[in-house]
């Protein structure tokens, strides 16, 4: 019923940018309603680390993770189901595999990015080089 879809990721050298994007497709009866749509990251033989959260529809303001503040900007084209992650000054530290992940608004109010997240994209790789 709902389908995400990542793109945008790549190979950068540090200090460079990237934007990500996630398609949010959903056929649901929540069709058109705001979602709490994340940004994780994950490196092989590590727990997956949450990075941005933010609701849809402007239901409040973008939460980063302290390792991304003040360098990755989430954002929305809402008309286009469509959440952006701006990565600029990308660190070696940066590299893994990003995914978007989708659910109802209240999940993003949880700490540390503990809310459930039942829809997930397939993940794009993230390298940047020293």
């Known amino acids: 019923q709902v389908q995400l879809v990542e793109s945008g990721g790549g190979s950068v050298q540090a200090g460079g940018s990237l934007r990500l994007s996630c398609v949010v497709s959903d056929s649901s009866y929540r069709r058109g309603r705001s979602n709490c749509v994340a940004w994780f990251r994950q490196i092989p033989r590590k727990e997956r680390e949450g990075v941005a959260t933010i609701v849809t529809g402007g239901g409040g303001s973008p939460f980063y993770a302290d390792s991304v503040k003040g360098r990755f900007t989430i954002s929305e084209d809402f008309a286009k189901s469509t959440v952006y992650l701006q990565m600029t000054n990308l660190k070696p530290e940066d590299s893994a595999v990003y995914y978007c992940?989708?659910?109802?608004?209240?999940?993003?109010?949880?700490?540390?990015?503990?809310?459930?997240?039942?829809?997930w994209g397939q993940g794009t790789q993230v390298t940047v080089s020293a």
């Open positions: 992940a989708a659910d109802v608004p209240s999940a993003c109010f949880y700490d540390n990015f503990g809310g459930t997240f039942g829809y």
